[in-house]
């Protein structure tokens, strides 16, 4: 018998669905890396080819889903994930199929959907960090603050570095005319992310809380009324502001000056606020930087990006700097 006779013969004789399970693992990983090489719409064409095979096929579904999101055709991923949370019994398959969908949902305006899909994936991921702070942003454009209040914080304990949470975490607090919380939330933003495309826009807000005014492009809906312990706290920034009127301060200097009286005021006559994050780790962290005498080199290093004297300072002050941020890092 020849060579290509036995062949066939082999082939023949191999159970049929071995060998739809092998051109099944072949597709799949061929797709897959296709998938990281971020070639899409191949890797989709493979994995429908998977789906003939096996029609059932859930990280088929799934990676059919996650390309389609790719390449911005969300609409036509959500069948697929649909039908991946209701067959799969994974739950890091079924947390990260809700994710995506709650993803999809916030980008197509529907918080609702949203919120119930991200609320869906903390129930079989409740250590996620990235996904308290996705619900949170839902419910922020959803203008539902407190609730993103509470994710933001969630966020931030489950990760102190997450520059973003501390973002959204001094918005919706802005939003609810929570000023200390707003003010702290943004002045460790910017110590976390002193460069980035939201320093200035932050940096803003910040002089805004100084001046007594708004956010900068203040919300539609009518704003919260904060509870009385919050009311206390403005009035505690309120009166430490008006305290702290240096003579012949340059620009910089009235802004140190300013976070200086707030952080030491804060510590010393502030209530205990409503947001346990807020009494139990901003402030006495914030009002320790003041009794360490860090609050120079705290005010400059997040100014520096729009203000070249400040730069100047952090740069020819490099011992300073540095124990400044070790302090912070240490207590956060």
Not at 104 to 121: E, G, P
Not at 171 to 184: E, G, I
Not at 302 to 308: H, K, L, N, P, V
Request: net charge positive.
């Amino acid at each position: 018998m020849s060579n290509h006779a036995v062949l066939l013969f082999i082939l023949l004789t191999l159970p049929f669905g071995k060998i739809k399970a092998q051109d099944a693992a072949t597709l799949s990983s061929e797709a897959s890396q296709l998938n990281k090489a971020g070639k899409y719409e191949a890797a989709i064409q493979k994995f429908k080819e998977v789906l003939k095979i096996g029609p059932d096929n859930i990280n088929a579904k799934y990676q059919i889903a996650f390309c389609l999101y790719n390449t911005g055709r969300e609409n036509e991923a959500i069948p697929y994930l649909e039908a991946v949370t209701i067959s799969s019994k994974q739950a890091a398959v079924l947390s990260s199929s809700f994710a995506l969908l709650g993803g999809i949902y916030d980008k197509q305006k529907n918080s609702q959907k949203s919120v119930t899909c991200y609320t869906r994936a903390i129930e079989l991921d409740s250590l996620n960090q990235d996904l308290y702070y996705s619900r949170g942003l839902a419910y922020f454009r959803a203008q539902k603050y407190q609730q993103a209040e509470t994710d933001a914080v969630r966020s931030v304990i489950l990760n102190h570095s997450h520059s973003a949470s501390f973002r959204l975490y001094a918005l919706v607090s802005f939003h609810q005319n929570k000023r200390a919380a707003a003010l702290l939330g943004l002045c460790h933003f910017l110590f976390l992310d002193p460069f980035g495309p939201f320093a200035q826009e932050s940096y803003n807000n910040i002089q805004s809380i100084l001046r007594g005014g708004n956010l900068k492009e203040e919300s539609k809906a009518a704003a919260t009324v904060p509870d009385q312990k919050s009311l206390a706290l403005n009035a505690v920034i309120s009166k430490a502001i008006a305290s702290a009127k240096p003579e012949n301060a340059s620009k910089r200097a009235l802004f140190s000056a300013q976070l200086a009286s707030i952080f030491r005021n804060l510590d010393l006559s502030a209530p205990s606020s409503p947001d346990g994050f807020l009494s139990d780790k901003l402030i006495p962290l914030y009002s320790g930087i003041y009794s360490a005498g860090h609050t120079t080199a705290f005010a400059y290093y997040i100014s520096q990006t729009w203000d070249a004297a400040a730069a100047t300072w952090v740069r020819d002050h490099n011992e300073q700097v540095e124990q400044m941020k070790h302090f912070i890092s240490s207590r956060m």
